[in-house]
């Protein structure tokens, strides 16, 4: 974590002030010799060289139930997402660029969008540098999880149970959805 240190100035007082930052778009080589992002990432950090052949060929290849989509739209107002998931995973790989293609036809206010990227290797096996995984229960990536005023309302994990645009619908109505994997503990 990036500890970055800013002056105020209010009233002709100056006020010191310690910000965390976490660290963007973080390449690493993993010890298998394969280039994977690394914590808090971007959409744009997926245009890299090493991750935009299987982003966008996902991302364009994807049809969006265009009619869910619609219902979908107004739902999202004031939630959040935070996305976990490992460049390094097949799963990540195919399911990541249409959850993007869905939140972005959606209209989603992406600044309300989190991604962070795990690792994948013995030290590191789906954990983050900066641990914002931890307590969350990231057992399998993809995990999409919906937030509504700072509350868990929700997760996607993995794959679909039905499709992406009917498995958010259900989380965002907040009517039972339960996702594969929901049986497991950290």
């Given at each position: 974590m990036v500890i970055a240190?800013?002056?105020y100035t209010i009233s002709n007082k100056s006020i010191l002030a310690q910000v965390k930052t976490p660290i963007l778009n973080q390449e690493i080589v993993n010890e298998n010799g394969q280039p994977m992002l690394l914590g808090h990432c971007s959409i744009s950090a997926f245009q890299k060289d090493n991750f935009k052949d299987w982003f966008n060929t996902n991302f364009n290849g994807f049809v969006?139930?265009?009619?869910?989509v619609e219902l979908i739209k107004p739902l999202l107002k004031k939630k959040t997402i935070a996305v976990f998931l490992g460049t390094w995973c097949g799963d990540s790989k195919l399911q990541f660029p249409r959850m993007i293609k869905i939140l972005l036809t959606a209209g989603f206010d992406t600044s309300r969008l989190t991604i962070i990227t795990v690792g994948n290797g013995a030290d590191m096996y789906k954990k983050s540098p900066q641990g914002e995984e931890v307590g969350l229960?990231?057992?399998r990536v993809p995990t999409l999880i919906?937030?509504?005023k700072k509350k868990e309302i929700g997760r996607f994990i993995?794959?679909?149970?039905?499709s992406l645009e009917k498995d958010l619908l259900r989380i965002l109505l907040q009517d039972g959805y339960i996702p594969n994997y929901?049986?497991?503990?950290?």
């Open positions: 240190v800013f002056v969006i139930d265009t009619a869910t229960n990231i057992q919906v937030y509504h993995e794959y679909p149970v039905v929901s049986n497991l503990k950290e």
